[in-house]
């Protein structure tokens, strides 16, 4: 069974330049969760998005490199269930001209 979260889009503190330790500015997430689905054993996809958003929030992270690999071990500690995952984080407003990000695929 996979779990498709596409532009999860919040607001946080990430980024190693001044201006971005000060101003939190808008991320966007896109997760692809692989489980074995069971009827009494499942992943709630919201639960999972709250997990993504207070991560992000509480770490503040300068690196978006660091974020993934703290995200994706966070979320395979929080959901055992997970066997693998795909996960893109993005800043869609850093640069003028383009969005940047960093994504991995993790199989546990």
Request: aromatic letters at 10%; proline letters at 3%; glycine letters at 2%.
């Amino acid at each position: 069974m996979k779990i498709l979260i596409e532009h999860l889009t919040f607001e946080t503190i990430i980024g190693i330049l001044d201006f971005e330790r000060l101003n939190p500015q808008k991320v966007e997430i896109d997760c692809i969760i692989d489980y074995i689905y069971t009827k009494n054993h499942f992943i709630n996809y919201a639960d999972v998005v709250a997990h993504i958003e207070t991560t992000m929030q509480r770490e503040k992270f300068e690196l978006i490199e660091t974020a993934l690999k703290v995200l994706s071990l966070s979320l395979k500690t929080f959901f055992p269930l997970i066997t693998e995952l795909s996960l893109t984080i993005r800043k869609p407003n850093i640069l003028l001209n383009c969005t940047v990000g960093v994504q991995n695929h993790f199989i546990f």
